[in-house]
């Protein structure tokens, strides 16, 4: 028997192509107008929308789309029954959709959307007591919440044969957890949830937590590092659980991909012929165009046109005070130069995962020993790297104080707050 087509994603995938196609429609209009206006440097600019019958046959195409939208939209709804469990495949798939379009998925209420929310060994966990205790019977008062990046999801952390969160379960007693989460979402937006979560979690953990350490892995970094500004903005409690923070090529200052996809934009968008264009480029997320200069908050991007080119508009946001902050870059090449360092793990700059920054105020000020290089270590491969692995194990190891017993580093980051 062939597969089930859950019903959900028929509608999804439905209205995502009834999308597509007005979206298709008002581009082959503008560029259609622009190009009958005669020499764009004669004419004003105008409406992108053609005139008399032309534009009568656009609005047609645009009427009968949504009428058959709608249409779509209304049968599969009445269809019964979902597919059963999930294939890793289709969670591919939705995860990397969610990184590119997620915004779009989220505002229009398409059910291809992901939510967010934490799991335990792959299967979403409710944030109750009773639930928690039953999900997880071996709960300890170690917690890592792993977080993943742009357009991937929990199972990303299995690479290679090995998963940080398991390999820590195993070595140091942590009970790992995984957020799940839309990518494409603007990051202050992730981090705000995020915060709530981990609120949440606190409170309902089954046996008391003694340490929080939170994992995250490119984006995951960004979105974490926001959490923690808005769970100290609204008072939450459990900032003062958090002893660990580890960041896995984050780009803590930006990635150099997204600000040249920003470049097109603009290029594009000089003549009228090609600045119909442009619109293609302005379908990437929130959370995509988010990556340019790192942005954590509210107000690095509201009253703002995202796509337009502007200078690094971010407040400043110190790393969690009282928390032992650890981030490790990769760089493909083994030797260090100039070009390596920029090039970095093949999408993050060096400098940039490692929190530096020509102004000196925004450089992130990790402790000693609180920055690390992985050399000839690709972006994905941090998730797997033996040498990344060890790194953390040592990190988050309980700490030897000369002369006594061994500590963890929940007491250690309790004396310096």
């Known amino acids: 028997m062939g597969a089930r087509v859950d019903v959900a994603d028929l509608r999804g995938w439905g209205r995502l192509a009834f999308d597509a196609t007005l979206g ?52 599969v709804s009445r269809l019964a029954g979902r597919a059963g469990a999930s294939s890793a495949g289709r969670e591919a798939v939705l995860a990397a959709l969610n990184g590119v379009l997620g915004d ?97 979690l606190q409170r309902a953990w089954p046996v008391p937590l003694r340490d929080l350490t939170v994992l995250g892995h490119s984006m995951g970094g960004l979105v974490a590092r926001s959490a923690c500004h808005h769970g100290t903005a609204a008072g939450h409690a459990w900032p003062e659980r958090l002893t660990n923070a580890i960041f896995l090529g984050t780009p803590h200052h930006g990635a150099a991909l997204e600000r040249g996809g920003n470049w097109v934009d603009v290029v594009l968008g000089v003549s009228p012929y090609t600045a119909p264009l442009a619109r293609v480029g302005r379908i990437r997320s929130a959370g995509i165009t988010d990556l340019r200069h790192g942005s954590l908050l509210d107000e690095d991007w509201q009253g703002r046109d995202r796509f337009a080119s502007w200078r690094d508009p971010r407040r400043p946001v110190a790393l969690p005070p009282g928390v032992r902050c650890l981030a490790i870059a990769g760089t493909s090449a083994r030797r260090r130069s100039a070009a390596a360092d920029l090039l970095g793990d093949g999408l993050v700059p060096l400098a940039s995962a490692l929190g530096r920054h020509r102004d000196p105020a925004r450089t992130l000020a990790f402790g000693a020993g609180g920055r690390a290089i992985a050399r000839g270590v690709g972006h994905l491969d941090l998730l797997c790297d033996p040498g990344v692995y060890e790194r953390v194990r040592r990190w988050l190891a309980p700490q030897r104080r000369a002369g006594g017993p061994a500590t963890s580093s929940r007491t250690g980051a309790a004396r310096r707050r």
């Open 24 to 75: 298709v429609t008002a581009v082959v209009e503008a560029m259609h107008h622009n190009i009958a206006r005669g020499p764009w440097f004669l004419d004003a600019p105008g409406s992108a929308r053609t005139r008399g019958l032309t534009g009568l046959v656009y609005g047609a195409v645009r009427g009968v789309t949504r009428l058959a939208g709608e249409g779509y939209d209304a049968a």
């Open 104 to 200: 779009h998925l989220a505002a229009t209420g398409n059910p291809l959307a992901i939510p967010m929310r934490l799991c335990f060994e792959g299967r979403p966990v409710a944030l109750e007591r009773a639930a928690l205790a039953e999900a997880i019977p071996g709960a300890t008062s170690k917690v890592v919440v792993l977080v993943h990046g742009l357009c991937t999801n929990p199972q990303r952390w299995c690479r290679r044969g090995h998963d940080h969160g398991a390999a820590l379960a195993r070595d140091l007693g942590y009970t790992p957890l995984y957020l799940h989460y839309n990518s494409g979402l603007h990051v202050s937006t992730n981090g705000r949830a995020f915060a709530g979560i981990l609120e949440a």
